[in-house]
Nanobody
Framework: QVQLQESGPGLVKPSQTLSLTCTVSGGSITTNYYYWSWIRQAPGKGLEWMGAIAYSGSLYDSPSLKSRTSISRDTAKNQFTLQLSSVTPEDSAVYYC?????????WGKGTLVPVSS
């Protein structure tokens, strides 16, 4: 069973870059046909898919966030990361990492990231 754990700063100031790491256990991020996603949910809003990295290393971006997001991976550490630049208070949300053949079969518990000065 794949398990995912998000980790990050807890609080980010406006205009800064938000950086999150997802640590994977119970499986490898190079497992064939698995996709590794970042998803967020702002207060009172629905889930928003932010992007993903495939088992092969291929990247998939959300058109609405593409200019501000960067997803990468560290196969040695079995981790993948999200960077979101130029954040505003509207980027305050619970951030989740997820994975699986559909990219959303397994989920982390999520981490709340407020954006505030």
């Amino acid at each position: 069973q794949v398990q995912l754990q998000e980790s990050g700063p807890g609080l980010v100031k406006p205009s800064q870059t938000l950086s999150l790491t997802c640590t994977v256990s119970g499986g490898s991020i190079t497992t064939n046909y698995y996709y590794w996603s970042w998803i967020r949910q702002a207060p009172g809003k629905g889930l928003e898919w932010m992007g993903a990295i495939a088992y092969s290393g291929s990247l998939y971006d959300s058109p609405s966030l593409k200019s501000r997001t960067s997803i990468s991976r560290d196969t040695a550490k079995n981790q993948f990361t999200l960077q979101l630049s130029s954040v505003t208070p509207e980027d305050s949300a619970v951030y989740y990492c997820a994975s699986g053949p559909s990219a959303m079969d397994y989920w982390g518990k999520g981490t709340l990231v407020p954006v505030s000065s």
